[in-house]
């Protein structure tokens, strides 16, 4: 328990680091840019484009600006968006994160159930029609953008087949296309971390042993063989939820839904400071998240593993 308190504490000591030097980045990457949130603005007099940046401090020297914003993100009040008037990031965040959320875990359920089941089968019979097969698919999987997949299964399903409904948010259908997208070549890469993880794992003394037993084939491979043989795939979910994260914000463009993603990308187009900030922290602290349970998850499942 004190190892876990302990290794819990030196997490949060350097996701706060993280998240400090990520926004002194993106701060002044920002202000580097030329333009800003209101220079695309048309026939506004100088006198009013002076105002309106002076309303939300941006005529401030950028030292001012710097530490006055870092004051206010570190009560977690990211303050007013420049662009969506009458909407606060928070508040765009809070309408935003459960879409994007839901849209995640249902990616990651799909590649995990689909990569774990497809890397069974191949390991249970390497060198077969299936086995080859299954890895062609997956190599394919990991080969072909999301974007582009997002593409073909937009014109096979929508309008070829009429399936599914072609974009936006409103019901669960909504989501099945674009969690497919996303979590394809998340499980590309899963099947092959538990293809080969099972394969060695299968060779070893104490799986021989359960099969001398008389176990059945299911029961060493589902109580013996795959707890060991998921050890590369649960390491493998940290970047796997990176992987969800990034790609959900070209995908939610595709498909039209209003999570953080599409958010995101209007916030860098728009130069909509205050909000693309608020949104790189947010999804800095949920990668760094991500990677501290995976870490955890890692060592419940091999107690060799000590947490540091």
């Known amino acids: 328990m004190q190892d876990l308190i302990t290794f819990l504490i030196r997490r949060l000591g350097w996701m706060l680091l993280t998240l400090w030097i990520v926004f002194t980045v993106s701060f002044f990457l920002m202000r580097f840019v030329p333009g800003g949130p209101f220079s695309s603005e048309k026939n506004v007099p100088e006198a009013i484009k002076r105002n309106i940046e002076a309303r939300y401090g941006l005529n401030d020297p950028l030292p001012t600006q710097y530490f006055r914003e870092l004051g206010r993100d570190l009560t977690g009040d990211f303050g007013p968006s420049f662009r969506l008037e009458d909407f606060s990031v928070n508040e765009v965040i809070a309408q935003g994160f459960p879409i994007s959320a839901s849209l995640a875990i249902l990616a990651l359920s799909f590649a995990l159930l689909l990569g774990v089941t497809a890397g069974v089968v191949s390991a249970l019979k390497p060198g077969s029609l299936g086995d080859l097969t299954l890895m062609i698919l997956a190599t394919l999987g990991i080969a072909i953008p999301n974007f582009v997949l997002a593409s073909i299964l937009i014109i096979?399903?929508?309008?070829?087949?009429?399936?599914?409904?072609?974009?936006?948010?409103?019901?669960?259908?909504?989501?099945?296309?674009?969690?497919?997208?996303?979590?394809?070549?998340?499980?590309?890469?899963?099947?092959r971390l538990t293809r080969a993880g099972l394969l060695e794992t299968i060779g070893q003394d104490y799986i021989r042993t359960a099969k001398a037993k008389g176990l059945p084939m299911y029961k060493v491979i589902g109580k013996h063989a795959l707890r060991g043989a998921l050890l590369p795939v649960v390491s493998y979910l940290g970047p796997a939820a990176a992987r969800v994260l990034t790609g959900s914000i070209v995908l939610e463009q595709i498909f039209a839904i209003p999570g953080m993603g599409s958010h995101f990308v209007e916030a860098a187009l728009q130069r909509d400071y205050s909000l693309a900030m608020g949104l790189v922290l947010v999804y800095t602290a949920l990668l760094f998240l991500m990677n501290t349970l995976v870490d955890l998850s890692y060592s419940i499942i091999d107690p060799r593993v000590k947490l540091e």
């Open 156 to 191: 096979v399903f929508v309008f070829g087949l009429n399936l599914f409904p072609t974009a936006g948010w409103g019901s669960a259908w909504h989501l099945v296309l674009p969690a497919l997208c996303l979590g394809a070549p998340v499980a590309a890469y899963i099947a």
